[in-house]
């Protein structure tokens, strides 16, 4: 069996795979463009944020099993895969507590100002009384929207941290300390910080509008570690400069596939708007644990041909 790993993976997991007697191209520079050419006589394609288009699934004469080494499969064509036969699996929950933590992070650094207060002490500043006056955590209204594995984990800490807990999704909520609720219109008015957990899909297409928006009190927390195109970003920066929105985002619209090089967003003019650079699940923890699912994957397709987490329909 051969395999093209496009994508950062640890050395460890990369010589399991090859302990079991398994072709491994590992290149973790190649981009979507690059993997047409790459992949075209491999089994399987193992990609964390590299894009696997139409055109990579259609010229490859041998490939049978993608795999996306963390939850979302938007970066991969699924229904070109189903065209051709080629199986897509995923590795849902191992990266939540990653992307939790983050979470909470950037919760805290927009409340306490934290990077504003680093870069003023690098350039020679000292400004104790503008940053003496951070609201607190504790007590505040959180609304989470999504609550699958990371929306889950995301709670388990803000109660920890005496907030009060809301959440939304698909499912019934159902979690100690947690209050499910229905409806935007009863809780965005009322919540003090706002963190969205929810896959790309049609449904959620920017859900996340200027109507939205205009629910949410004024100087709100708004935390998105999950999907850009959930987010209406117009609507977004509107908010911020009208309802003084502090605002935590992991993903925003063109953001670079390239691993490093330049950016430019318009977000970047914005004093309240904090942006990391797509490193949710990107903790040695979580990849440990992605790459150990993935390679779970492989060995158990190679020897009875069944795909573990299918997500293709």
């Given at each position: 069996m051969k395999i093209l790993i496009a994508d950062k993976f640890p050395e460890l997991f990369i010589q399991k795979l090859k302990e079991n007697k398994i072709e491994v191209i590992y290149n973790p520079k190649l981009g979507e463009k690059d993997l047409p050419d790459a992949a075209k006589d491999v089994d399987c394609i193992v990609v964390r944020s590299t894009i696997v288009n139409k055109e990579t699934i259609q010229k490859s004469t041998n490939l049978k099993l993608i795999i996306r080494a963390g939850a979302g499969v938007n970066?991969?064509?699924?229904?070109?895969?189903?065209?051709?036969?080629?199986?897509?699996?995923?590795?849902?929950?191992?990266?939540?507590?990653?992307?939790?933590?983050?979470?909470?992070?950037?919760?805290?650094?927009?409340?306490?100002?934290?990077?504003?207060?680093?870069?003023?002490?690098?350039?020679?500043?000292?400004?104790?009384g503008e940053y003496s006056n951070a609201r607190g955590l504790y007590g505040k209204t959180l609304a989470i929207i999504g609550f699958g594995n990371i929306g889950?984990?995301?709670?388990?800490?803000?109660?920890?941290?005496?907030?009060?807990?809301?959440?939304?999704?698909?499912?019934?909520?159902?979690?100690?300390?947690?209050?499910?609720?229905?409806?935007?219109?009863?809780?965005?008015?009322?919540?003090?910080?706002?963190?969205?957990?929810?896959?790309?899909?049609?449904?959620?297409?920017?859900?996340?509008?200027?109507e939205l928006f205009n629910l949410m009190k004024d100087g709100a927390i708004f935390i998105n570690t999950s999907r850009a195109e959930v987010v209406d970003e117009d609507a977004l920066i509107k908010a911020v400069k009208d309802k003084n929105l502090k605002v935590g985002l992991d993903v925003f619209n063109g953001e670079?596939?390239?691993?490093?090089?330049?950016?430019?967003?318009?977000?970047?003019?914005?004093?309240?708007?904090?942006?990391?650079?797509?490193?949710?699940?990107?903790?040695?923890?979580?990849?440990?644990?992605?790459?150990?699912?993935?390679?779970?994957?492989?060995?158990?397709?190679?020897?009875?041909?069944?795909?573990?987490?299918?997500?293709?329909?």
């Open positions: 970066n991969i064509d699924i229904k070109a895969a189903n065209e051709k036969g080629v199986a897509v699996s995923n590795c849902p929950g191992k990266n939540s507590i990653a992307v939790a933590e983050l979470t909470i992070g950037l919760m805290i650094a927009l409340d306490r100002r934290i990077p504003h207060n680093v870069i003023d002490f690098k350039q020679g500043k000292w400004n104790k889950k984990e995301v709670a388990k800490r803000a109660l920890a941290f005496g907030m009060k807990v809301y959440a939304k999704d698909i499912a019934k909520v159902e979690y100690e300390g947690v209050t499910e609720f229905n409806n935007f219109e009863e809780i965005l008015p009322i919540a003090d910080v706002i963190s969205i957990h929810l896959p790309a899909t049609a449904e959620t297409k920017n859900l996340f509008n200027e670079p596939e390239e691993k490093t090089g330049t950016v430019s967003s318009r977000l970047q003019e914005l004093e309240n708007v904090y942006v990391t650079h797509h490193i949710g699940a990107s903790t040695e923890q979580a990849q440990n644990a992605v790459a150990e699912e993935t390679v779970k994957i492989i060995l158990t397709y190679m020897t009875n041909g069944l795909v573990l987490n299918c997500v293709n329909k």
